[in-house]
């Protein structure tokens, strides 16, 4: 996220005061992944993702014959 208003606009952070968003944004990383990034199930959490533009697909491996499961496919808005 670039700025506070950014932040400020994702549901989860809405009712986030300026200050709380402040400390916040001083933990945040902007990062740009490319086209077809993979992040697996089993891969350790290291935090928390908003997406500022695009879409991202939520897929989880699924059972025998099924490569993949898609769970969601939410976009930037």
């Known amino acids: ?3 506070l208003e950014s932040l400020a606009t994702v549901d989860l952070f ?6 709380g968003l ?3 944004m001083t933990q945040a990383r902007l990062l740009a992944f490319p086209e077809e990034p993979t992040l697996k199930e089993s891969d ?3 935090g928390l993702c ?5 879409m991202v697909r939520v897929s989880k ?3 025998a014959g099924v ?3 898609v769970l969601a496919i939410p976009s930037a808005s």
């Open 67 to 69: 490569t993949e499961a």
């Open 22 to 24: 402040g400390r916040l």
């Open 61 to 63: 491996a699924a059972g």
């Open 50 to 54: 908003a997406i500022q533009s695009g």
């Open 1 to 3: 996220m670039e700025s």
């Open 14 to 19: 809405k009712y986030v005061n300026r200050a």
């Open 44 to 46: 350790p959490p290291d």
